[in-house]
């Protein structure tokens, strides 16, 4: 080796393949701007999940549409011409917005959060994806755009999340807008809080933070068509987060774009294991039976539908996993930036023959003892 390759040791290659030369896709999680240059650096293939939630996370108040466009357009041009999926809001269970007031609840994890919680407070939704939608008119060079909700249920949700980009584009093309009847959208028809589904929740918040004044301080009225082109309706996609999906999963793919799994939620749900208790750490099993013939029976259903779909949660940096979703055809993985160099490593070593025959072991077992007595051989010593 030459000595000006090892200050390269590890840095991913741009592409990424099998052995046997197959193509996977490798991009990365982001969840701060600031991760942005080294995710560059690491030659991450594009934005796989952009968790939009940490800037809210880490404010003290809202941020108004020129911060929420702002944070977009930066994002943008760092991934210029690059693939980049925007998760929308996901606040609540473990990510909670302290200036945001959701009531308290009993069991977050199966409260008013991420999609819920977007679909309760339309405006919030909306003033999201405006703030996208402009600062990818105006990005330039483009990038790929694609807008993904998390933790869907149901078809009807994924509808009704998909209904407000359109109006949103149709809005920010100068039209009305798609009517949105609250009555209608999933959840809000029980809603008993005597709000009208088009109110932010009430925060405490001091003058300065309410929306009107937001909107004020922007300059902009959040319908105002940018200089640029026209605004094309994006890729809509969702996150598979829930037990629900598996059996609708067939449906879903012929309404959704793209589909990503999100094994931290998956899990969790799939097995009634709250993610964040140490308490019941031994019931998260990523590798229960359950779990892995149902992310088996989603990848096949996508893959027959054509549709995209890749893995965004911690399983797709396992080296005991990678291959196990390489032989059940999944070819795009998203994982932090300091993993992609491992990832790379691990989906290099291994062929698709190879990996398919590591799927079918594990899929053929049927305790959680028997998934992991397996992994714990010497399948998983290979990269
Ligand atoms: C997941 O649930 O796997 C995921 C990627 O989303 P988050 O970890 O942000 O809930
Ligand atoms: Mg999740």
Not at 52 to 72: C, G, H, K, M
Not at 92 to 121: C, Q, T, W
Not at 349 to 373: F, P
């Amino acid at each position: 080796r030459l000595e000006s390759d090892k200050i390269n040791e590890n840095i991913p290659a741009k592409e990424t393949f099998t052995d046997d030369k197959v193509s996977v896709d490798l991009m990365v999680n982001i969840n701060l701007l600031s991760e942005l240059d080294s995710a560059v650096i690491m030659n991450a293939a594009g934005v796989g999940l952009y968790r939009s939630e940490f800037p809210f996370l880490v404010r003290n108040s809202f941020p108004s549409d020129a911060e929420q466009t702002r944070i977009y357009s930066i994002l943008f041009s760092k991934m210029a011409g690059k693939e980049v999926t925007i998760r929308t809001l996901d606040i609540g269970g473990d990510k909670m917005v302290d200036y945001l007031d959701n009531g308290d609840e009993a069991n977050p994890e199966l409260g008013l959060r991420s999609i819920r919680f977007a679909l309760r407070h339309p405006d919030i939704m909306e003033q999201q994806l405006m703030a996208i939608l402009m600062a990818s008119a105006d990005a330039d060079p483009k990038v790929n755009l694609r807008i993904m909700f998390p933790m869907i249920s149901s078809i009807d949700e994924f509808r009704w999340a998909k209904k407000m980009v359109i109006s949103c584009c149709e809005k920010l093309n100068g039209g009305d807008g798609i009517e949105l009847n609250d009555n209608e959208q999933p959840g809000n028809e029980k809603a008993d809080n005597g709000k009208t589904g088009s109110e932010k929740p009430d925060s405490g918040k001091t003058g300065s933070e309410k929306p009107d004044n937001e909107k004020a301080d922007s300059g902009k009225t959040g319908n105002e068509k940018p200089d640029s082109e026209k605004i094309k309706i994006p890729k809509i996609g969702m996150m598979l987060e829930l037990p629900s999906v598996v059996e609708i999963i067939d449906d879903l793919a012929k309404e959704a774009d793209f589909f990503s799994i999100g094994t931290n939620d998956f899990v969790q749900y799939m097995l009634a294991a709250d993610r964040t208790n140490e308490r019941v750490a031994q019931y998260y099993a990523p590798h229960h039976p359950g779990v892995l013939r149902s992310l088996k029976r989603i990848a096949d259903s996508v893959t027959r539908s054509g549709k995209d779909i890749s893995v965004c949660g911690e399983m797709a940096k396992e080296k005991a996993f990678i291959p196990f979703f390489l032989g059940i055809g999944i070819r795009k993985l998203s994982v932090n930036k300091q993993f992609l160099f491992e990832t790379q490593k691990c989906i290099s070593s291994w062929n698709i023959e190879d990996a398919k025959q590591y799927a079918q072991e594990l899929l053929a077992e049927n305790s959680v003892k028997g998934v992991l007595d397996l992994l714990n051989s010497d399948h998983i010593d290979k990269a």
